[in-house]
């Protein structure tokens, strides 16, 4: 997190097994108790991508463990390879693109993924900037709830 510049009281890192992410029950609560703590307006979770403990995510965050008027946004760790739309793009300066590079490489465990390119994630982000905001990198989402206005939201195509 701090290579991401994120205080780290100002960030909630679960810290259990993998495996216990097949409990249901378990990760509503952690997402429930989570939420009603902070009471977010953005919510950013994994999209069904296929991944089971990415889909348990996804289907926990949306069984009404946050409030009503929160939007979510989800992401794809492999964007490039799913057949799942984005509506809204963020512009992303070059600088905060390292910062991202850079904190992706502290997952050990995906380093020698293909898809763990730097190359390759650059490569996106420039693909979103230029044929969504016509410069410049961008993160792609999918704005799957928006409720609070926060968000300046233009779907694209």
Partial sequence: LSVCGI???DAHIVDKPIAEFHDRETLWKLI???AAQVKPDLVF???NDGHPHHELVNQET????????????TYSCK???TGESRNWYHY?????LEHKLDALECYDNYAEESYF???LIRSWATVCGFNHLGHGYA???RLERHYTGRIPFNASR
Avoid: M, W
Wanted: aromatic content about 12%; glycine content about 2%.
């Fill in 139 to 141: 993160e792609a989402f």
């Fill in 79 to 81: 964007p490039y390879l």
């Fill in 92 to 96: 992303i300066g070059p600088e905060a």
């Fill in 62 to 73: 949306f069984n009404q463990s946050l409030p009503k008027v929160c939007d979510v946004a």
């Fill in 32 to 34: 429930h108790n989570y």
């Fill in 7 to 9: 205080p780290e009281q």
């Fill in 45 to 47: 979770t994994h999209e």
């Fill in 117 to 119: 390119n730097r190359d």
